[in-house]
């Protein structure tokens, strides 16, 4: 039973075009994320919700919009893809929005989309 | 500078080895430190998170230095299976929820 689930898992699209993935927690979890993860593998936070509430707004183009109808979903649309949009995007949720000393705060990935951009 | 550096690797060690990974932060803000483990081709899972007074689990130790803004972790008798990719990660206490991840640290354990 995936504890976070997100679909497409693989995705080959030719530029120009429009493309979502989706995202589903079943943790219960108040804040849901979006990361990429690029060719260097670099993992950089792109947003996060809160309760439906956007909290992170990383410099991401515009053309990546996220969606959250509720707080087990969490869904992301880009517009007009390019050839650098190609990556791994994660989705993750944890139970709280933030950590402190000592706080066990886990943040739990879905298994990425792989996003080919041709 | 980046925000979390790590040694890229990769690190390739015989079963049975004691390997070390370390990681440097530049924000002296920073709150919450964890190393995290990636397979090839999966999503990142947390391995343990690291505490100021250092702490242990199993064959896994990691180690803070808030003074030199340093994180460790030692990986004792290696097995075939911990070969992956640990991350460094990151949170600085005044961004809330962003968490910064370092490159990672391949580590590849042979027979």
């Known amino acids: 039973d995936t504890a976070v689930s997100q679909t497409p898992k693989y995705l080959v699209t030719q530029m120009g075009n429009d493309k979502s993935i989706k995202c589903e927690q079943n943790?219960?979890?108040?804040?849901m994320y979006w990361y990429k993860q690029d060719s260097k593998k670099f993992l950089k936070i792109m947003f996060s919700?809160?309760?439906?509430?956007l909290i992170i707004n990383e410099t991401v183009p515009n053309r990546f919009s996220p969606k959250s109808p509720d707080k087990a979903h969490l869904n992301l649309h880009i517009n007009s893809l390019e050839l650098g949009d190609s990556a791994v995007y994660f989705c993750?949720?944890?139970?709280?929005?933030?950590w402190g000393v000592g706080n066990r705060n886990t943040i739990y990935f879905g298994e990425g989309s792989w996003l080919t951009v041709v | 500078r980046k925000e979390v550096e790590q040694d890229p690797g990769p690190f390739n060690v015989p079963e049975g080895a004691t390997v070390a990974f370390n990681c440097t932060y530049s924000n002296s803000a920073s709150q919450s430190f964890f190393w995290y483990r990636q397979d090839c081709r999966k999503e990142p899972k947390l391995l343990m998170s690291v505490y100021s007074s250092g702490n242990e689990d199993g064959r896994f130790t990691a180690q803070l230095n808030r003074a030199s803004q340093y994180i460790s972790l030692l990986i004792r008798d290696s097995k075939l299976s911990d070969s992956a990719t640990y991350l460094c990660v990151v949170n600085l206490y005044n961004q809330g929820g962003k968490l910064i991840f370092g490159q990672g640290t391949e580590l590849s354990v042979k027979p």
């Open positions: 919700y809160n309760n439906k509430e």
């Open positions: 943790l219960g979890h108040d804040t």
């Open positions: 993750a949720s944890s139970q709280e929005s933030s």
